[in-house]
């Protein structure tokens, strides 16, 4: 007989077509049905739907109701977590997922226990890495429903990843929704037949639950029902999912699997939403940036200073862009409204963690008692060696940049402006001329790990700066050469002295999909854009080499303009590439001005490499893909749900390569990528897609329903994506493919300057300037290093105050796919005892009682390893 666990649980998307308020109302409500049912024993268990944002939510309204949840949770009848928000897996951090699991299960153990269950019903697409990460919160069984590939169709089944970690998991291939039909219908047979294909076991589960849907109050009835109704081949229980892997556990020769599955066989994947709302993925992305590489170092330094951290504020700003992470919110595809306020959100999250990065460089900056006019911060605990380029305010037009030894260095001086700083007067010419200069100025600075540098500014009349001259239509540095000959760019490699001509161009096609998928029209005219008709801008100094192009693209205005191949529109662009000393990534930066309609553009790269894989990074590694999908030119006759276009997603980077040859694009908000061309060798990184509806039904690339709605056109106007936009990121021409050195050279693009500069001339460099600011009571002037962590091998992925900020959270990886043998060292300023943690902080082992140094052993394929740093007072 196959045993049937039946789950009652709601599905409750964070916010979709509807926006968070609407669905908090819902809540509200449906909290007190949960509730209740649970009280008079309707129901025996409930299932939250995996996710705390929604119960953090409802708390923060209702917190009389706190001690009931409680009481269910303790009793293992109401089921939470463990995430705070369900997840896009394909193009999150891997930190912003550790982070979410971390808060997620923090706030379910304060209400009595976290299900220790990977519950993910809804993502589309399950990435490789979410075995080991879900092993380092102990958590060993795990449900999601899309992605499985037709070669790997098993139900229930032993989920690996690269290091040895593994999952039981149960795909539930019919859906969240399934168990609906039990409750709705009486052929019971034939549901139950139909969840138990693919499969020999004969423990089985049954989802009862659906998007935003109400508590099932008879739900034991029918369960009762079906019972008497079906033959000895089945009978069902009410259960959890708790309990269903325990039994399933016992189930022998399950298949084992690896890799990631994004496959559209159970149900559309929408691959487009790598690249739907192109802002709303810049903005998260900076966000997760700017807090695993910023904020919680920086903080964690302070406090070894002496400065307090602000727990509270980060958890803040963390739970933000978890709730803009959740797989709708990330996807883009929702309404207008709704994209308006995870905009509006992040907007806010986004003030708020530059203003802990203004008021701590602040605070560290005059707490100290060295006499330098600047200081700059390097929170990270590896040496940052490159080119800063900050802003100075000066009495004097000419001034000199001094050492920590008084000796004048060479800067570039970018540009400078002229400001007054008297007060205003009606009449401008009754304004006094205070007058002082803003300067822009890029210096070479090598900041020590966890410290810091200073500099002084002496102004005179004869200033050692560098000249900055155009001579020629080219730049370069010791990796490059970027010249502009005949309407293109060309790229000479200094490595192995290559020159690769038109290196770098753009396409335009339409786009006839929707928020959820690219879709090329019906009849689609895709536009090689060049730059024949560009204004080009050269800026050569000695750390710093800007060309820029500034011209009009012509486009078709719309589907219909395309159709008729008529140039009615235009997108104003600039392109900007910048060559830095001793760098090896080329900085990318586009402006546009789109007017335009229902189209795509994308950045290309014309490589010398005939690719048959592509390469991206994944949470905590990296994964290589074919360039035409398996499934490309069956998909209709196996039954895919939607073609499987080789659009890919990745988080930082995109690669193709071939012996001795290797191109890389770094994306700072960037998400999707392809490799085109006839020999596959331009790898064409999507900026932007405009569409205006959440779904549109019967595409070229997916001719069935509307994603969404299936019965209604929502317009989404503001997903045309129209107005002035930036996209930022950079170009790795190498010989090899390195993994740790793209994510090291992503590191240091995304890693802004960090400084302070001494003055009184302008009170407006950041609005907390205005505020006054007392200096640390009880400051610990540190001037070593405080952690140094020594390794070329490895990749660095956090440094942050543990849970109960008593020492210091080290996580670094190894993203390759082979054992790294003596992967490196870390060194202490001080004795420390040093704990192997999880990556939810917990202690795992002691490592060393009291050492100023520890080795970095060898680490297995794709290990990630967090070191509990505590130093002895």
Request: with cysteine; glycine share 6%; proline share 3%.
């Amino acid at each position: 007989m196959k045993k049937v666990y039946a789950i009652a649980h709601t599905h409750w998307d964070f916010e979709w077509y509807f926006t968070r308020q609407e669905a908090r109302v819902q809540f509200a409500y449906h909290m007190d049905e949960v509730l209740d049912a649970l009280e008079n024993n309707d129901l025996n268990y409930y299932l939250l739907d995996g996710q705390m944002s929604i119960v953090d939510d409802y708390l923060s309204s209702f917190p009389e109701k706190k001690a009931t949840i409680k009481k269910f949770v303790t009793e293992k009848r109401l089921f939470i977590g463990p995430w705070y928000t369900q997840i896009d897996e394909m193009v999150t951090s891997g930190e912003s997922i550790v982070h979410n699991l971390a808060i997620g299960s923090q706030i379910a153990n304060d209400l009595g226990g976290v299900m220790k269950v990977a519950y993910l019903p809804d993502s589309f697409g399950q990435g490789q890495d979410m075995p080991k990460i879900y092993n380092g919160f102990d958590i060993y069984s795990a449900v999601f429903w899309r992605g499985m590939p037709k070669e790997k169709n098993a139900r229930y089944f032993y989920w690996n990843s690269n290091d040895g970690s593994k999952v039981l998991t149960a795909n539930i291939k019919n859906g969240y929704y399934a168990g609906v039909q039990l409750v709705e219908n009486d052929d019971f047979k034939d549901l139950l037949d139909r969840v138990s294909t693919d499969t020999e076991s004969d423990e089985l589960v049954l989802p009862i639950g659906g998007d935003q849907r109400s508590v099932d109050y008879n739900l034991k009835d029918r369960i009762n029902l079906a019972n008497e109704k079906l033959s000895d081949e089945y009978i069902i229980r009410e259960s959890n999912y708790p309990q269903y892997f325990e039994n399933l556990r016992k189930v022998k020769n399950l298949p084992d699997y690896d890799g990631e599955f994004i496959d559209p066989s159970a149900s559309k994947i929408h691959r487009g939403i790598y690249s739907s709302r192109a802002d709303l993925k810049q903005i998260y992305d900076r966000l997760e940036r700017r807090m695993t590489y910023q904020v919680e170092p920086l903080m964690a330094l302070a406090k070894s200073y002496g400065i307090e951290p602000k727990q509270g504020l980060v958890d803040d700003i963390w739970k933000t862009i978890f709730r803009g992470q959740a797989h709708d919110s990330s996807g883009g595809c929702n309404s207008d409204k709704t994209n308006d306020d995870i905009l509006h959100r992040a907007k806010v999250a986004d003030q708020l963690s530059y203003s802990i990065i203004d008021y701590l460089v602040r605070k560290l900056s005059i707490s100290e008692n060295s006499p330098y006019d600047i200081y700059l911060w390097n929170p990270l605990p590896i040496e940052m060696d490159k080119v800063q380029t900050i802003q100075i305010s000066t009495k004097s037009k000419n001034f000199n940049i001094l050492d920590a030894s008084g000796q004048p260095v060479d800067y570039d001086l970018l540009n400078q402006e002229v400001q007054n700083s008297a007060p205003l007067r009606r009449n401008v010419e009754e304004r006094k001329q205070e007058l002082y200069y803003i300067s822009t100025i890029s210096i070479k600075a090598a900041i020590n790990a966890t410290s810091w540098t200073g500099l002084n500014i002496e102004e005179t009349d004869n200033a050692k700066q560098t000249s900055v001259t155009a001579t020629s239509d080219s730049v370069e540095n010791n990796f490059y050469q970027i010249a502009f000959n005949d309407g293109q760019l060309d790229l000479t490699n200094k490595q192995n002295h290559q020159t690769y001509t038109n290196f770098l161009s753009f396409e335009d096609g339409a786009d006839a999909g929707d928020t959820y998928d690219y879709s090329p029209s019906f009849h689609d005219w895709i536009i090689n854009l060049d730059f024949s008709d560009a204004d080009v801008k050269v800026i050569s100094g000695k750390y710093t080499n800007k060309i820029s192009l500034k011209g009009t693209w012509k486009l078709p205005h719309d589907l219909d303009s395309r159709k008729e191949k008529m140039l009615d529109s235009t997108l104003e662009y600039k392109l900007t590439l910048t060559l830095e000393k001793d760098s090896e990534t080329i900085k990318y930066q586009l402006d546009t001005d789109n007017q335009t309609l229902d189209h795509r553009l994308r950045l290309i790269l014309n490589t010398d490499v005939n690719a048959k894989e592509s390469f991206a990074d994944t949470p905590f590694g990296f994964i290589s893909r074919p360039v035409v999908d398996p499934h490309l030119n069956d998909w209709q006759d196996i039954g895919y749900h939607e073609e499987p276009t080789s659009m890919r997603p990745m988080i930082h980077f995109a690669n193709i390569h071939s012996n001795g040859s290797s191109w890389s694009f770094i994306g700072l908000g960037s998400k999707d990528f392809q490799v085109v061309g006839k020999d596959f060798n331009k790898l064409a990184i999507t900026m932007f897609r405009g569409v205006g509806y959440l779904g549109r039904p019967d595409l070229l690339r997916r001719p069935s329903d509307a994603s969404g709605l299936e019965s209604k056109y929502v317009e989404t106007p503001h997903s045309q994506l129209q107005g002035k936009y930036t996209f930022k990121g950079g170009i790795v021409v190498g010989n090899e493919f390195n993994v740790a050195d793209l994510q090291k050279q992503h590191l240091l693009l995304t890693s802004t300057p960090l400084f302070y500069q001494e003055q009184s001339l302008n009170r407006f460099t950041n609005p907390l300037r205005y505020f006054m600011v007392n200096k640390a009571v009880d400051f610990k002037d540190e001037t070593e290093q405080l952690i140094n962590l020594n390794t070329d091998k490895l990749v660095l992925s956090s440094l942050a105050l543990t849970k109960d900020s008593s020492g210091y959270a080290l996580r670094v990886y190894n993203p390759t796919n082979e054992t790294v043998e003596h992967a490196g060292i870390v060194k202490l300023a001080k004795k420390a005892a040093v704990d192997s943690l999880n990556l939810n902080s917990e202690v795992l082992s002691t490592l060393e009682t009291s050492t100023t140094e520890f080795e970095l052993n060898d680490f297995k394929p794709g290990e990630i390893r967090t070191y509990g740093i505590y130093f002895i007072k």
